[in-house]
C-alpha cells in the first residue's frame, strides 16, 4: 500500500523559512517522479515544485523561484521541500504527490491530475 505522509508545516513570520518532509512507504522513489502542490482557500491547486524520477531535473514554478529548493533522500524514502523567505502569499496546504515512471517534472507540476498517490496535505501559514 503506497502511502505519501507530510510533516513540516507550521506558522513563521514573513522572511522565514520552513522545511517541509514528505515520507513515501510502498514505493521506489527512483522510479517516480514527485511534486510538491499547494493550495490556498479559494484558490486553485498550484503545481509548487516537482523532481523527475531520476532526480536530475526540477521544475520550480516562478512565484517560488529562488526561494524553494526541491531534493530527495532516496535511501530514507523522503522528499523535502525547503522553504525561505517566506511570504504571506505562500500560505496553503501543501501536499506532495508521486506519479511513476519517467517524467517531466515541469509537465507533472502544470497538470497535477496526472499524479498518482498524495498525501494528506500540511498547513502553512505566513504571518505579515
Known amino acids: 500500500q503506497v502511502q505519501l505522509v507530510e510533516s513540516g508545516g507550521g506558522l513563521v513570520q514573513t522572511g522565514g523559512s520552513l522545511r517541509l518532509s514528505c515520507a513515501f512507504s510502498?514505493?521506489?522513489?527512483?522510479?517516480?517522479?514527485i511534486g510538491w502542490f499547494r493550495q490556498a482557500p479559494g484558490k486553485q491547486r498550484e503545481g509548487v515544485s516537482c523532481l523527475s524520477n531520476s532526480g536530475a531535473n526540477t521544475y520550480y514554478a516562478e512565484s517560488v523561484k529562488g526561494r524553494f529548493t526541491i531534493s530527495r533522500d532516496s535511501a530514507k524514502n523522503l522528499v523535502y521541500l525547503q522553504m525561505n523567505d517566506l511570504r504571506p502569499e505562500d500560505t496553503a496546504t501543501y501536499y506532495c504527490?508521486?506519479?511513476?515512471?519517467?517524467?517531466?517534472?515541469?509537465?507533472?507540476?502544470?497538470?497535477?491530475?496526472?499524479?498518482?498517490?498524495w498525501g494528506e496535505g500540511t498547513l502553512v501559514t505566513v504571518s505579515s
Open positions: 510502498g514505493l521506489t522513489l527512483n522510479y517516480y517522479g
Open positions: 504527490a508521486s506519479a511513476g515512471g519517467p517524467v517531466d517534472p515541469a509537465h507533472i507540476c502544470m497538470a497535477s491530475n496526472g499524479m498518482d498517490y
